[in-house]
C-alpha cells in the first residue's frame, strides 16, 4: 500500500501574462493553480504515494477548478473544507536576464483564510499517514490559521506522524519579527526543517558567514553552521538548505545540502537554464520527503531532491509533473537533455 502524506496550506490561481511580457503590457493572461502545499502533494502523487493536500475553497466553480487541477493528478481531495467566497489569486511577471520575477498577491478574504478549527477533523485526516508538511506561507495568512497549523501539528505528534516545514518566509505576508515568534512556537513540532539562504536569517537571525545572497556567493562552512543552530534550538532530525547562486533570472546555479544531526551531505551542483522558478523549493521538499519515506540513505536523498527540483525549473506551471524515473536518471549522473526515443 503506497504511504500517505498529508500537506496543509492554501491552492492559489496563479494569473500569468505569455511568455516574457510585463503585467503594464499583458492583454491575456494565462491561468494555472498552484501554491506551497498543494506543489508538495502533486510531486509525491506523481512518485506514486498516497498524497493528500488539506485546505478550504469556495463551493463555486471557480474553487471545484482548483480541486479538479489537483485531482488530474491524483492527489486525495476528500478532506477539503468547503465554504467562503475567495480562491486566492496571484499574479506572476516571469523575469529576464537582470530583470527579476516579480509576484502580486490577491488573496486577502480567501476561504482558507476565513477557516475555522472545526472545519478540519485532524484525527481523521491523519489516520494511517505516515508524514505531515506545510510551511511557514501558512500560518502567515492570520492567527487563526496558525492556530489551525498549531492543532494539525499536535494531532500528528500524538499520533506518530513525522512533521516537515520550509520555512518559505514571505515579507508580504507578515513581519520578520511576527514570523520568528509564530514558527517558533511551531518549529518545536518539527522533524526535518527545510530553509534556503535567507528563511534562517529572517524568520531567526540565523545568519551564514561569508555568503551575499545578492551577490550569488556561497560559504559552505556557514551553511554547516545555519543548519547545526537551527537543529540545536529546535530538536530537528535533519535540515534541509537550498543554495541558489542566482547569475540572473534565467540562469542559476543549484544545489542543496543535507545535516542530520551528526554529518553534512551536499550534492552535486546543477547549472539551470529556468523556464519557470515558481515551485522549486516546494519541489525540492517533495523530492526530501520522497527520498526519506523510500528509505534513502542521506546522500542519496540530497541527490533525489535536488534532481526533483533542478527539473522542476524546465516545467511551466507551479507542479512538478515529472516521474521518479525521471529523478532517477538526473540524480544518477544522465544530466545531458538528450533526447529519449
Known sequence: ???????????????????????????????????GEAN??????????????????????????????????????SYIARGGDRVGIYFLEKGASQRPSKVIYARAGSSIAEAQPSDFDWKAIFADAEWFHFTGI?????????????EACQAAKELGVKISCDLNYRNKLWSKEKAGQVMGGLCQYVDVCIANEEDAADVFGIHAANTDVTAGEVNREGYKDVARQLAERFGFEKVAITLRE?????????????????DYYFSKKYKMHIVDRVGGGDSFGGGLICGILQGYGPHQVIEFAVAASCLKHSVEGDFNMVSMDEVLKLAGGDGSGRVQR
Not at 138 to 146: C, G, I, S, Y
Not at 246 to 262: E, F, P, R, T, V
Request: proline content about 3%; aromatic content about 12%; some cysteine.
Open 1 to 35: 500500500m503506497a504511504k500517505k502524506v498529508v500537506t496543509f496550506g492554501e491552492i492559489m490561481l496563479r494569473l500569468a501574462p505569455e511568455g516574457y511580457y510585463r503585467f503594464v503590457q499583458a492583454k491575456a493572461y494565462g491561468a494555472a493553480f498552484g501554491g
Open 40 to 77: 508538495v502533494a502533486v510531486s509525491l502523487a506523481n512518485y506514486g504515494f498516497d498524497a493528500a493536500f488539506v485546505t478550504k475553497l469556495p463551493k463555486h466553480e471557480i474553487g471545484q477548478a482548483a480541486v479538479n487541477s489537483l485531482r488530474e493528478f491524483g492527489v486525495d481531495t
Open 138 to 150: 501558512t500560518p502567515a495568512l492570520n492567527d487563526e490559521v496558525a492556530a489551525i497549523c498549531k
Open 246 to 262: 542566482s547569475i540572473s533570472a534565467n540562469d542559476n546555479n543549484w544545489s542543496a545540502m543535507l545535516y542530520d544531526g551528526g
